[in-house]
């Protein structure tokens, strides 16, 4: 049974700044705690109801008793940030030491003050589909911890790391390609699949910014044979990442 402190402080975690005070977030779904167990992340611990607990059995082994916390779907309402609260939450410590620069010969992601946590979310999601092991988000992105986001990844948060990093510094520092989606760029069908190099995705609404589209390795475009007057961030990342990595 959990005390009025330990919902209060749950609670908490809803917003960034606690957080970032405490280096902890929740993550909401019974199929995204199912992944985090398995993937070994680091559980502090997991509220369920009685029947995902029976089903789930073996997962929430690892940890102390004390961690697995059984409760009824009133209380897990209480704790939800969700309109409809799903059967199980879980409480894990945010992940260090995830700041450090793509390696040679590897693909990361970068973002620059994405906005919406269901964009952000989706992206994880594609770099996790694509098997690409990192992103680097600006420091002006949503958080990736925000409930709506980790929400959003469908467990695809266990599986790739997240740093965050000023993308103008990142792209001077680093000798990998770099590969800016901009609407005035080189058709992405005359590029060769990427063995290694970032590829950099913009704000929703702005795209990126000039000074970043300046330094990077090349400018590419996917073609537009429509009337749209753009693409979603997610989308375009699905596109381009299926275009130079397959």
């Known amino acids: 049974m959990l005390s009025k402190a330990q919902i209060k402080y749950i609670q908490s975690l809803q917003h960034k700044k606690n957080r970032q005070k405490s280096s902890q977030y929740i993550a909401e779904g019974d199929k995204i705690v199912q992944e985090l167990l398995q993937a070994g992340m680091p559980v502090k611990a997991i509220y369920a109801t009685h029947d995902w607990l029976e089903q789930h059995t073996p997962l929430p082994g690892s940890l102390p008793a004390d961690a697995v916390v059984e409760v009824d779907a009133s209380v897990l309402k209480q704790l939800s940030s969700l309109t409809t609260p799903n059967r199980a939450m879980a409480l894990l410590d945010m992940p260090s030491g995830a700041d450090q620069l793509p390696a040679a010969g590897t693909v990361a992601l970068a973002l620059e003050a994405i ?115 753009s693409l979603n961030a997610a989308v375009a990342a699905g596109i381009i990442c299926g275009r130079l990595l397959i």
């Open 115 to 229: 906005q919406d946590p269901g964009n952000m979310g989706t992206l994880i999601r594609i770099a996790d589909w694509f098997g690409i092991p990192q992103i680097i988000c600006s420091p002006d992105c949503v958080d990736v911890y925000n409930p709506k986001t980790i929400q959003a990844t469908m467990g695809s948060i266990a599986r790739v790391r997240i740093a965050e990093h000023d993308i103008k510094e990142l792209l001077q520092q680093t000798k990998l390609p770099s590969y800016a989606a901009t609407l005035h760029g080189k058709n992405i069908a005359g590029f060769p699949m990427m063995k290694e190099g970032i590829i950099l995705i913009g704000n929703e609404g702005r795209g990126l910014t000039e000074e970043v589209i300046a330094l990077a390795t090349h400018r590419i475009t996917i073609p537009r044979i429509g009337g749209a007057e």
